[in-house]
């Protein structure tokens, strides 16, 4: 079976986002993690795939707290380190939150969700008729005013770098967990640049699907 038939599906097209279920609180403060959680990192290496057919089973704070943490928390409070690099610690990607009742921007100096917009933007991650059933779409944010030291040659090599490492995270977390997971990076940016408020200097770079497997 070739890749592109692997990945074969019917593109739904882009609608407006959805109103918000539920109330959007303006923070979210977000549990620590279990560290000694999850399957060894040579079995989440083994069960790592993409995976394109969700239940919509809700995904609880603690499980979101876990992965945004596994995705580029503080792992070093002495020194604000993250869980993955980025050049010079720039950390110029910041992570946004789709949820069924609003748009988050993840705060990870104080392990919380900022509310951007009180919108289910979920539908607006992406093209694939998974995207807005899925309990939670991730996207991948570049901040320019972050990488106006870096050489403007190397910005978006960099920042596609980082993306990658925090991607990643969050692909081994749910392969450690056993959830489902997919990236995504046929999104349409503009679109999904005004569904998550962004500024001028914000440019969506990629997309994640997370939540449970569909049942066979
Ligand atoms: C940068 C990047 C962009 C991708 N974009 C999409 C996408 O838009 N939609 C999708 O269904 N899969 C997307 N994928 C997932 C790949 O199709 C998938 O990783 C590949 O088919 C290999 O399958 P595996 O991840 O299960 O090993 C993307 C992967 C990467 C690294």
């Given at each position: 079976m070739t890749e592109f038939q692997r990945i074969e599906y019917e593109p739904t097209p882009l609608l407006p986002p959805a109103p918000a279920s539920g109330t959007a609180p303006a923070f979210i403060d977000l549990p620590r993690p279990r560290?000694?959680?999850?399957?060894?990192l040579m079995q989440a290496l083994a069960q790592r795939q993409s995976t394109r057919a969700y239940a919509d089973t809700p995904m609880t704070l603690d499980t979101l707290g876990e992965l945004l943490w596994a995705a580029?928390?503080?792992?070093r409070p002495e020194t604000g380190g993250h869980t993955a690099p980025s050049a010079h610690g720039f950390n110029e990607i910041d992570v946004y939150v789709a949820l069924p009742h609003g748009v988050y921007r993840y705060e990870p100096a104080l392990n919380r969700l900022v509310l951007k917009?009180?919108?289910?933007?979920r539908n607006m991650t992406?093209?694939?008729?998974?995207v807005g059933k899925a309990p939670l779409d991730l996207v991948y944010v570049l901040r320019g005013s972050q990488v106006l030291a870096t050489p403007p040659q190397q910005r978006e090599l960099f920042a596609a770098i980082s993306t990658g490492a925090i991607s990643q995270n969050v692909s081994l977390y749910c392969a450690s967990e056993g959830l489902a997971t997919v990236v995504r990076g046929w999104i349409n940016h503009r679109l999904l640049a005004d569904a998550l408020r962004l500024n001028e200097d914000e440019v969506p770079v990629l997309a994640q699907t997370v939540g449970r497997p569909q049942a066979q």
């Open positions: 560290l000694a959680a999850g399957a060894p580029n928390g503080i792992n917009h009180a919108v289910d933007a992406g093209y694939q008729d998974f």
